[in-house]
Each structure stands twice: as structure tokens, then as C-alpha cells.
């Protein structure tokens, strides 16, 4: 079965920085666009990132432009987020998820989570 | 770029059916048939719905539809039940190649 799992959460002072990874099994990872999306406390969804199957195209949140990096191992079935200078508001659960039938089609699979909690 | 609109909540009965509204623009959900309905449990994370405007990812029920009429698209829930009480978010793509979501609509089963 599908699992995408989610690690590298935590707790970091504003401007600091975090690298997020998930974890992929149970498909063929490097045929897979997949996304970052958040959700902060108490609050509803947003999108952060995307990248291509292979890598070779990735857009961003225009909240987290310039800051945030999307990468993928496909060799280690991995994607990570790899999250710069942090803000209070960059505060919240990151989710992975594998594309649906297009890389814009929707959010296909969903991992459980990772809380990011940035505070001084 | 504004969230898409969708309403605070909604209710029904058991058995009843029940639309949730998603509205965008031109720019996001009118231009393209690449709307994603999600459902979330307290502490759970989101359960893809429907994709591409009315397609079921695999094990999901056909009470659930979707559809959309110019920059407005719509999730319909039939024969409700407890279990579908949770919140419904909608989502699409966007011509400057990003994703929006709706604010979320909490449905409460009477």
C-alpha cells in the first residue's frame, strides 16, 4: 500500500532553518509529481510546493518564494522541503502528497504529517 | 490570489443530500477542469474526494459528485451519513501555475 511519511518537524527560532523530508513507498516514486501542502493550527490548507517526476520543474507558494526549496531523491524514493529564513506564519503541519493523474490534477495520497512550530 | 469561496458550513439528515459550493474566477476554477474535493477528520490528514472536476480516486463512494458551471464548482454528498460529518475543502489549479484552496466547510451530519 501507499505511504508517504513525513519527518523532520520541530520547534525553530524565527530565521532559522529546517529541512523537512517524506519518505515514499508502495509506488513508483520517480513516476509521481508530488507537493508540500500545509495547514496551521486551527486553520485550513495551503499549497506550498511542487515538483515534476524528475525534478526538472518546481513551482512555489508565492508566501514562500525565495525561502522554501522543493528536491527529490528518486534514487532514495524521498522528497524534501528544505524551509529558510522562518516566519511565525510558516507555523503548521506539513503534509506531502503524491500528484493524481497530472501533477495539477490533485493530491492522490496524503502522508500524516509533521508539525513545524516556529517561536522564540 | 484570494482563497476560493465556499461557505462556513452546512448541514443535513441522514439520508438527505447536501451541495457544498466552491466559487473562483476565471483565472482558477472557470479556466480549467482541474478541481479536487478533500474531506479532514479532527486530527486526520485530508482524504482526496474527487479529481479533475468529477473523477473518484479509487475506494471512494459514488455518493460523492462533483461539478462545476462557469467559476463555480460544486461537491453533492447523497444519502448522508454520520460518517461524512467533517470538513470539505476544495481545491484548484491557477493560471499562474499554482494551487488554491477554498477556506474549508464544515458539514454537520443532524
Redesign the interface.
Known sequence: QVQLVESGGGVVQPGRSLRLSCAASGFTFSNHGMHWVRQAPGKGLEWVAIIWYDGSNKYYADSVKGRFTISRDNSKSTLYLQMNSLRAEDTAVYYCARAASTVWSGFYYWGQGTLVTVSS | ?S?LTQPASVSGSPGQSITISCTGTSSDVGN?N?V?W?QQHPGK????MI??GS?W?SGVSNRFSGSKSGNTASLTISGLRAEDEAVY?C?S?TIT????????TRLTVL
Open positions: 490570489q482563497a480549467y482541474l479536487s478533500y490528514a485530508p482524504k482526496l479529481y479533475e473523477k480516486p475543502f481545491c489549479y501555475s499554482t494551487m488554491i484552496f477554498g477556506g474549508g
